[in-house]
């Protein structure tokens, strides 16, 4: 799905540099890394947000630079994404347009009830609400859900989790599971809560400085290898042991 090579992206104090790295189709991958890792600026240069110093991307086949990439990607990093002054009906149906998928107002609301149970949608009539009245709770559920809606075979979204209360991070997690079974679509999400990443991933990459510190499927990040790693994978070590303890409490 992603193929990653000679990587290297440079800001003023910070180096992005990747010498090689392979997504396949269907991967799950948890993003996690301390504050200025590189995460964002990961997840920016594979959505051809940010100029890159040299590297080559390639996404299903298709050469980076060819954008024809982006008719099968949903994607949601930040509010930026947003466009404050329009209603949440007018922004999910202008996404829609830019897949040729716009829709009526009565169609829209049709789909839409696919996604009430994960966003609560109906129940705070958000979709007449204009974005930026919105608490950032609620931002985050249109940008999670405008990335989604698409029926994308590649999801990225950045710190998805971050100002959302642990019922509707639930319901967002099982989403993508389920989305990730039906469709086999590719997922790559950043963040540093481990007790969401670590039932919906298949792989965990931890970025230090710059650089991938470590690579693993769920299957490897057993206590040897934990050990050597850092504050952030050493939280997967206790986060585990704990699931353990309690399953054997049960």
Avoid at 132 to 145: H, M, P, Y
Avoid at 207 to 212: D, V
Wanted: with cysteine; charged share 25%; net charge neutral.
């Amino acid at each position: 799905m992603i193929k990653i090579q000679n990587l290297s992206k440079t800001y003023k104090n910070f180096r992005l540099s990747i010498h090689k790295l392979l997504i396949s189709n269907g991967d799950v991958v948890g993003i996690v890394g301390h504050n200025g890792s590189g995460k964002s600026t990961f997840l920016r240069a594979i959505l051809d947000l940010t100029q890159l110093n040299e590297g080559e991307i390639i996404i299903d086949s298709i050469p980076h630079r060819s954008m024809g990439w982006k008719a099968f990607t949903g994607a949601y990093l930040d509010e930026s994404f947003l466009i404050d002054y329009l209603t949440v009906y007018e922004y999910i149906n202008l996404v829609l347009g830019f897949y040729d998928k716009r829709l009526k107002k009565q169609d829209l609301e049709k789909l839409l009830e696919d996604f009430d149970n994960i966003f609560d949608l109906n129940s705070t009539n958000i979709l007449n609400k204009k974005i930026r009245t919105l608490s950032k709770g609620n931002k985050e559920k249109v940008g999670i859900l405008s990335a989604l809606i698409v029926n994308p075979k590649l999801v990225i979204l950045d710190e998805p989790f971050a100002n959302l209360d642990d019922e509707v991070k639930q319901n967002i997690r099982n989403e993508l599971i389920l989305l990730n079974r039906r469709t086999g679509c590719t997922i790559l999400l950043s963040s540093n809560d481990l007790g969401v990443l670590i039932p919906l991933c298949t792989r965990i990459i931890v970025f230090e400085k710059g650089k991938i510190k470590s690579n693993l499927t769920m299957n490897e990040l057993d206590d040897k290898a934990l050990n050597l790693f850092g504050n952030i994978e050493s939280r997967i070590e206790l986060y585990l042991n704990n699931q353990i303890n309690k399953d054997n409490r049960m």
